[in-house]
């Protein structure tokens, strides 16, 4: 009768590398890739299909280069303008950087900073190396590869980068932050406006600004390196509130991911005139 407890045959390495996985001589030897009865797929299967469906939307906004602004609205996929082929409302964000000579959407310029720093992002590493390179798919399932070099090498060494994408997130964030105020402007651009755009602007700005200031890296920048927390007791404080929110940083990431693309679509819903701004006052 059998107990459960008999040992597991041995397997050779080369029979372990011919099934797969990274299993080197301290691994377990079970013939079973994992011993999970649960459906721990759903949950990087979720993951990817989010992240997917986020790549697949604003890849297309990008290359749009159409229906991104609506007075007095910029989408934040849009914004700030770096080259004169664009329209935005007049006070706002338009730094012609690039000057006309650019002839591609003017998005391209600017959203290689936010996708910089959520791509080397300590979260978004997590869930899309499990979502779609199965590095490890889940908990106590081993990966589908052969060998494992982590990020020593190109080119996922890259996201050791991460903090400088961090100092380039913080101006994106004040400048959404800027869109949100314009957005209490009229077409006219008469102070006292709020519609509907403004209130969706305004949180989109505040959830960019709790997933930028939770990140891993801006909570190293405020406290890390300190022998004595009783000599910088403001840095201190700081660090203790970033924690807090470092604490929700994956919800934080998914509720950003979700607020900016639902401004850009709310934007473009308006500049194609499906519907107008419901006016709060």
Not at 31 to 47: C, E, G, I, V
């Amino acid at each position: 009768m059998a107990t459960g407890t008999e040992p597991q045959p041995k397997l050779s390495d080369e029979a372990r590398g011919a099934r797969g996985g990274v299993r080197g001589g301290t691994r377990a030897a079970i013939s079973q890739p994992h011993l999970r009865k649960d459906r721990w797929w759903l949950a990087p299967a979720a993951t990817a299909l989010g992240l997917f469906a986020f790549v697949v939307y604003s890849t297309w906004r990008a290359f749009a280069n159409a229906d991104y602004y609506a007075a007095p609205y910029v989408s934040p996929f849009y914004s700030p303008c770096l080259a004169d082929n664009c329209e935005t409302m007049k006070g706002g964000p338009n730094w012609a950087l690039f000057g006309d000579w650019w002839g591609l959407s003017p998005a391209l310029l600017i959203l290689i900073f936010p996708l910089g720093f959520r791509l080397t992002c300590y979260y978004y590493r997590k869930a899309y190396y499990r979502g779609f390179w199965a590095s490890p798919p889940a908990c106590a399932v081993a990966e589908p590869h052969r060998t494992y070099t982590g990020e020593t090498r190109f080119p996922l060494i890259l996201q050791n980068i991460h903090r400088y994408f961090f100092y380039a997130a913080v101006p994106v964030a004040c400048i959404l932050t800027y869109d949100a105020v314009l957005g209490f402007r009229d077409e006219h651009y008469a102070w006292g406006h709020m519609g509907l755009g403004t209130l969706v602007l305004l949180v989109n700005a505040a959830l960019i600004w709790a997933y930028t200031l939770s990140c891993h890296s801006c909570r190293h920048i405020v406290g890390g390196r300190l022998r004595h927390f009783s000599k910088h007791p403001v840095r201190y404080r700081m660090w203790g509130w970033i924690g807090k929110l470092n604490q929700r940083h994956m919800s934080l990431a998914w509720a950003s991911l979700f607020s900016v693309a639902l401004a850009d679509l709310y934007v473009y819903l308006l500049a194609t005139g499906a519907f107008s701004d419901p006016q709060l006052f």
